[in-house]
């Protein structure tokens, strides 16, 4: 016998990131969804980009990690809100768990809300949490063809943050091929090449991100 | 996912009060960068000790596909190269290329 099932595995969490979604547009806060490798350096990111914006926009984080609360207590120690959720081995965040975590932050009192994802570039690209915008990262010490190997979170996202930059001389990274095969998988991705160790690149990378966090905040004033 | 597979699979064994599961098709897009081997062996871990135990696992490659917006052509994607082969532009929307179901199953 023969059962159709046709069932998009995806298709529950579909439902849940969309009212996470209609949250953050009630609180009018614009939300990014952080994801790369394992140590391609988002917490350092993170800890970075918050040192700059800090006195301009009031961030809150959300840490996916798989067992610890080591990153976590990393971005706490900047005294802005931020909660953690472990996955217990899962390989990425869901919307559920998203939801599960939000009432752990005073939304209404946020601009930004920046989720750093697990550690993969695989499962992540395709679980859909509510936000505005997924930033992927790629730092040089990963070889310049995770693009090509890799496509959908590439496809997926809007901001493709080159870190380690600093590393570059040491590597056999080539960040023009690595910004081609990026661009032809999307062409409308937003690239920034930046290195947490030197600070380069960040004033770029914060300028936008500024920007965008004030554009999502006016669309409301009409 | 495979976990997520288990999840639905298990469901419709409750709800057709299924004896033993032969086969599972799923469908996966190509975009998915789903390694077919390693999902099999998932399957076969979770599997284990279940109505599916044993069962076989058929992966079928979804390819993706295209709608240019400015043109009208509908293409496949090769190479993941966003771009239409009629007049090169990037105003695309995508048709298939994402997706990840169980499509059937056969059973007892
Ligand atoms: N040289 C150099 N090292 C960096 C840079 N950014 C991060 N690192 C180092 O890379 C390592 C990993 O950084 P994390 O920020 O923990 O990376 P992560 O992506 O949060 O890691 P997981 O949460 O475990 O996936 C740390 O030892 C950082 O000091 C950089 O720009 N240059
Ligand atoms: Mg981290
Ligand atoms: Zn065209």
Redesign the interface.
């Known amino acids: 016998m023969e059962i159709k099932v046709l069932s998009n595995i995806l298709k529950a969490n579909q439902a849940i990131a969309a009212e996470n979604q209609q949250l953050f547009q009630k609180n009018q806060l614009l939300a990014l969804n952080l994801i790369s490798s394992p140590g391609s350096g988002k917490t350092s990111i993170l800890e970075k980009t918050i040192e700059l914006l800090n006195s301009t926009i009031r961030l809150g984080i959300i840490e996916g990690d798989l067992q610890t609360s080591k990153d976590a207590e990393r971005i706490n120690v900047f005294g802005i809100p931020v909660v953690q959720i472990n996955t217990e081995g899962g390989c990425h965040l869901d919307a559920n768990m998203i939801k599960m975590a939000l009432p752990g932050l005073p939304l209404p009192e946020m601009d930004c809300l920046i989720i750093e994802n697990v550690g993969n570039l695989v499962c992540p690209a395709s679980y859909f949490l509510g936000e505005d915008s997924k930033i992927v990262v790629l730092s040089v010490t990963e070889g310049d063809d995770k693009p090509s190997k890799y496509p959908i979170i590439f496809r997926e996202s809007q901001i493709l943050l080159i870190n380690k930059i600093d590393l570059l001389p040491f590597t056999n990274f080539n960040l023009d091929i690595a910004k081609e095969d990026a661009l032809q998988i999307n062409p409308d991705l937003k690239i920034f090449e930046i290195s947490c160790k030197n600070g380069q690149g960040f004033e770029d990378w914060t300028t936008w991100l500024a920007k965008k966090v004030n554009k999502k905040n006016d669309s409301f004033h009409y | 996912?495979m976990q997520?597979?288990i999840k639905?699979?298990e469901e419709?064994v409750k709800t057709?009060k299924?004896k033993k599961v032969h086969k599972v098709n799923l469908k996966v897009g190509k975009?998915?960068?789903?390694v077919p081997s390693s999902l099999i062996f998932c399957f076969e871990i979770l599997a284990k000790d279940t109505l599916m135990e044993g069962a076989t696992l058929d992966i079928e490659e979804v390819p993706v596909k295209c709608l240019c917006q400015d043109c009208g052509t509908e293409f496949i994607v090769e190479?993941?190269?966003?771009?239409c082969p009629q007049c090169r532009g990037?105003n695309l929307k995508?048709l298939s290329g994402?997706?990840?179901?169980?499509?059937?199953?056969?059973?007892?």
């Open positions: 996912m997520e597979v639905i699979l419709q057709n299924v975009l998915m960068s789903v190479s993941f190269i966003f771009l990037t995508q994402n997706e990840f179901m169980v499509h059937n199953m056969e059973v007892d």
